[in-house]
Nanobody, 129 residues
Framework: QVQLVESGGGLVQAGGSVRLSCAAS????????MGWFRQAPGKEREFVAA????????YYADSVKGRFTISRDNDKNTGYLQMDILKPEDTAVYFC??????????????????????WGQGTQVTVSS
């Protein structure tokens, strides 16, 4: 079992940048593929990005492609989401998640929330216009 804790959220102006971190504990981090999801007020939680166990493969939602970068440092047991050129519509609570169900990206499963076994509590990102 792994515990996930997000940090790095806050208030930022449109066009700005934020880097979220996801600290993992309790099990070998490289065992898990990792994903980021977000939930805006009044909306369902949606997929943002995913990264394979050793960072070789990455996958993004169309809405963030070219603006967000997912990465991980297995030595530090931490995942990251670098968010650039932020827009007001990026305002949401951001969650990191971990999966031990194999290669989600190659098999087309990375966007499915039920493929992830562990979730953090979320961190708020608010983008002002």
């Amino acid at each position: 079992q792994v515990q996930l804790v997000e940090s790095g959220g806050g208030l930022v102006q449109a066009g700005g940048s934020v880097r979220l971190s996801c600290a993992a504990s309790g099990h070998t981090f490289s065992t898990y593929a990792m994903g980021w999801f977000r939930q805006a007020p009044g909306k369902e939680r949606e997929f943002v990005a995913a990264i394979s166990r050793f960072g070789i493969r990455r996958y993004y939602a169309d809405s963030v492609k070219g603006r967000f970068t997912i990465s991980r440092d297995n030595d530090k047991n931490t995942g990251y989401l670098q968010m650039d050129i932020l827009k007001p519509e990026d305002t949401a609570v951001y969650f990191c998640a971990a999966s031990n169900r194999g290669d989600l990206i190659t098999t087309g499963r990375a966007m499915r929330q039920y493929e992830y076994d562990y979730w953090g509590q979320g961190t708020q990102v608010t983008v002002s216009s």
